[in-house]
């Protein structure tokens, strides 16, 4: 061995892997579970059913009162306000629609395994009922009919047994109805194949409500030409054998292209103040144009790209994305306000390089924006605000103004900045 390569191999196992790390920040095994003794980078914003009644708000916060932005409804258009953005972008709708209102807003799958009461595995479609008190999250059972490729408009009915992501492909498990759809009946369904399945869900009427019972026909297929990094679903729905409709819609407000949808495995996120869950069972829908998407594009995915399996420091980066993308500065301290507008452009840096096209140097933000954790923006200098003309809440809620120079924090460890210099 080389004198040199002996001192090359001394200087790397005196650093140890910290060292390691500092030479390549952007390695996959830099990246490590918190440290005993630091915060814990999963403390994030209550996920079950938090709505702008139910979030936990300090006497100082700015709730949304009134509500000024069911989920997903086509009410929320800038400038009038500000939508959440999370599944898909601010004035545009992910919601199944009967009779041009917003009927059913899918979230997610989730898969139900049998028990002593239901022996057979199911999945339901879980998402928002806008007509109901609060906007709450519901889930029923989905259906499917397996196409005849030789004949049309025929098929046969079968048992879903489970839907699941890997990484992004989406895959549909199922079995005949005559079977007790145990794991060596089940057969699968994934890329171009899915074209011949019709999944189903059916609405009960509102229990002395407005709206009569519902029942959805669901296709699902690749888009040809999508993101290599994300994939891209064309996801469409139609009532009663009527006319299909496309799931996302941006409602014209930033092209007038149709919204593809992805799927992300594991993670419950709440649609009202975008706070990440792990759940195994769980397969997120999410708009290309909402956050949710915007930053598995962006690099922020929250599993090991090794393993696939979910990560603490990653899903911490995700999960301060998703306020990120939506300027939601205050939404851990009640304000659940998004602060920029459709097309606003940012640049990003994250701790451990792992952003696609974002370094681990804070300090070449020159104009920093903010740090941000799941909770929103851990420091924020308002000068420097993507948006200028939207005004914050007196006082920033308390956020305060970044440290100079800039440095990464325990828990602010993604940087939002901005493309013009603020004014002197």
């Not at 509102?206 to 996801?235: C, K």
């Not at 096209?357 to 000068?383: H, I, K, M, Y």
């Not at 200028?388 to 800039?406: E, T």
Request: charged share 20%.
């Amino acid at each position: 061995m080389s004198a040199r390569l002996q001192y090359v191999v001394m200087l790397f196992l005196a650093m140890g892997v910290s060292g390691c790390c500092v030479l390549f920040p952007g390695s996959k095994s830099c990246v490590r579970p918190t440290p005993p003794g630091e915060p814990d980078l999963n403390e994030s914003l209550p996920v079950r059913d938090c709505r702008s009644e139910t979030c936990v708000l300090p006497p100082e916060a700015i709730p949304l009162s009134p509500w000024e932005c069911p989920t997903g409804q086509p009410s929320c258009r800038p400038p009038e306000t500000n939508g959440l953005g999370i599944f898909v972008v601010e004035g545009g709708t992910y919601c199944f629609q009967v009779n041009g209102r917003p009927r059913f807003c899918p979230e997610a799958f989730a898969n139900i395994p049998a028990s002593a009461s239901a022996p057979r595995p199911s999945v339901r479609l879980m998402g928002r009922v806008p007509s109901t008190p609060g906007d709450l999250l519901g889930g029923y059972t989905v259906t499917g009919v397996l196409q005849n490729p030789r004949t049309s408009g025929t098929g046969e009915s079968v048992r879903i047994h489970s839907i699941q992501a890997e990484g992004t492909r989406f895959t549909v498990n199922y079995c005949p109805m005559s079977s007790t759809c145990t794991d060596t009946q089940v057969l699968q369904l994934q890329d171009e194949d899915l074209h011949r399945l019709r999944l189903g869900v059916s609405l009960p009427a509102d229990d002395g409500g407005p709206e009569r019972a519902a029942t959805f026909e669901v296709a699902v297929t690749p888009r040809l030409g999508a993101s290599t990094r994300v994939r891209g679903y064309d996801v469409l729905y139609r009532e009663a054998r009527g006319t299909w409709v496309h799931h996302c819609d941006l409602g014209g407000v930033i092209a007038s292209d149709r919204d593809a949808t992805s799927f992300l495995p594991g993670l419950r996120i709440n649609s009202v103040n975008a706070a990440v869950e792990p759940v195994p069972t769980w397969t997120t829908i999410g708009c290309e144009s909402g956050a949710i998407v915007s930053c598995l594009d962006w690099g922020y995915a929250p599993w090991n790209p090794d393993t696939g399996v979910y990560d603490t420091l990653r899903g911490h980066l995700f999960g301060s994305c998703l306020q990120a993308k939506r300027a939601a500065y205050f939404v851990g301290r009640g304000d659940l306000k998004s602060y920029t507008r459709n097309g606003t452009r940012i640049n990003k840096r994250d701790e451990f390089g792992l952003g696609r096209d974002a370094s681990n140097q804070v300090e070449e933000l020159r104009t920093l924006e903010a740090l941000w954790s799941p909770q929103g923006a851990v420091c924020l200098n308002p000068e420097n605000r993507r948006v200028p003309g939207i005004a914050p809440p007196a006082g920033m809620l308390g956020v305060p103004p970044c440290a100079r120079p800039p440095t990464w924090t325990p828990t602010g460890k993604l940087a939002t900045g901005t493309f013009t210099p603020a004014p002197d």
